[in-house]
């Protein structure tokens, strides 16, 4: 099993809150990412990181914020939550080699009422 | 085109019998490749990883053609259990600061008793 975990799992909030979605590894990967996945659909890539103080914006546009001040530590930042923010974000990471396996945490599932 | 491509299903077969996905990918400079699976409403999780000379984990074989690139997943003997969603996944690594791991939207498998 990897670790790697993601708080919280569900979350449900109203419109014009900030939200803080954690996610933390303790496997020491450089690369950390962020997925947005509706149901059914395929993942798309919002942010990723190479390590400390890196961060970069994925293939999909997203108005939400990333920082990385630690390794183990990613956190995702919306500071106005709207409805269309509702989805899956699954947190992810990996080490630095191309043929390392990526592993996922569990995901939080989020709806913006 | 898409730069992975998955034929999304479902794909509806009697438990015990082979299934077969093929994934096709766009960049021939792909390094890597591997195959997920993801159960619905949780995270996707390596199932295996594709070498060049084809791999077989138990009921599972992966097969990697770079000439025509694409990749290859063979399921025997199937079990309800491996109803799932099948993710190919290609690192088109290609430097230049880009992170290249890119997902398919997926194969839907749904095994029948």
């Known amino acids: 099993e990897a670790d790697i975990y993601q708080t919280p799992r569900y979350l449900v909030i109203g419109t014009g809150k900030k939200i803080t979605l954690e996610c933390s590894q303790t496997?020491?990967?450089?690369?950390m990412y962020w997925y947005q996945q509706d149901p059914g659909m395929e993942l798309h890539l919002i942010h990723y990181?190479?390590?400390?103080?890196?961060?970069e914006k994925g293939d999909l546009s997203s108005e939400s914020t990333v920082s990385r001040i630690r390794t183990e530590h990613f956190p995702l930042t919306l500071e106005s939550a709207r409805p269309s923010h509702t989805s899956q974000y699954l947190c992810a990471s990996k080490w630095r080699g191309e043929t390392d396996t990526q592993y996922f945490g569990p995901g939080t599932r989020l709806t913006v009422l | 085109r898409k730069e992975v491509e998955q034929d999304p299903g479902p794909f509806n077969v009697p438990e015990g019998a082979t299934v077969a996905f093929n994934c096709t990918y766009s960049n021939s400079a792909s390094q890597s490749f591997f195959w997920y699976r993801q159960d619905c409403r949780k995270e996707p999780k390596l199932l295996m990883s594709?070498?060049?000379s084809g791999n077989e984990d138990g009921r599972f074989t992966a097969q990697l053609n770079r000439a025509s690139q694409y990749i290859s997943l063979l399921i025997r003997d199937s079990k309800l259990s491996d109803s799932a969603t099948y993710l190919c996944v290609v690192n088109m690594y290609s430097g230049g600061g880009a992170d290249g791991l890119t997902f398919g939207k997926g194969t839907h498998l749904i095994i029948q008793p």
């Open positions: 496997m020491g990967h450089d690369k």
């Open positions: 990181s190479y390590g400390v103080n890196s961060t």
């Open positions: 594709v070498y060049s």
